[in-house]
Nanobody
C-alpha cells in the first residue's frame, strides 16, 4: 500500500525554524520526483518545493525561495522540508506528494492520494 505520512509541524514564532518529514511506504522516493505543498485556511493548495531526478535538483515557490530547503534521504525513504525564518503567511497544512509526470518545473502538480498533512502555525 502506497502511503505518505507527514510530520514535524507545530506552533512557532515568526523567525523560527521547523523541519518537516514525509515518510513513504509502498514506493521508494528516490524513484520519483517529490514535492511539498501547503493549504492555508480558505485558500487552494499550492506548490512549495520540489526535488527532481536524476540529480536531485530543486525548485521552489517564490514565496519560500531562500528560506526553505527540500531534500531526501533514500536510506530512510523520507523527504524533508527545512523551513527557516518562518513568516505568518507560512501558516498552513503542509503535504508531500509524488509529482505528476511531465509537471512544470516551477509549478508542479501532485499525483496520487493526499495524506493527512502536518499543521504549521506561525505566530507573531
Amino acid at each position: 500500500q502506497v502511503q505518505l505520512v507527514e510530520s514535524g509541524g507545530g506552533l512557532v514564532q515568526a523567525g523560527e525554524s521547523l523541519r518537516l518529514s514525509c515518510a513513504a511506504s509502498g514506493r521508494t522516493v528516490r524513484a520519483y520526483d517529490m514535492g511539498w505543498f501547503r493549504q492555508a485556511p480558505g485558500k487552494e493548495r499550492e506548490f512549495v518545493a520540489a526535488i527532481w531526478r536524476p540529480i536531485d535538483s530543486t525548485s521552489y515557490a517564490d514565496s519560500v525561495k531562500g528560506r526553505f530547503t527540500i531534500s531526501r534521504d533514500n536510506a530512510k525513504n523520507t523527504v524533508y522540508l527545512q523551513m527557516n525564518n518562518l513568516k505568518l503567511e507560512d501558516t498552513a497544512v503542509y503535504y508531500c506528494n509524488y509529482l505528476r509526470p511531465g509537471s512544470n518545473y516551477y509549478n508542479p502538480q501532485g499525483s496520487g492520494s493526499w495524506g493527512q498533512g502536518t499543521q504549521v502555525t506561525v505566530s507573531s
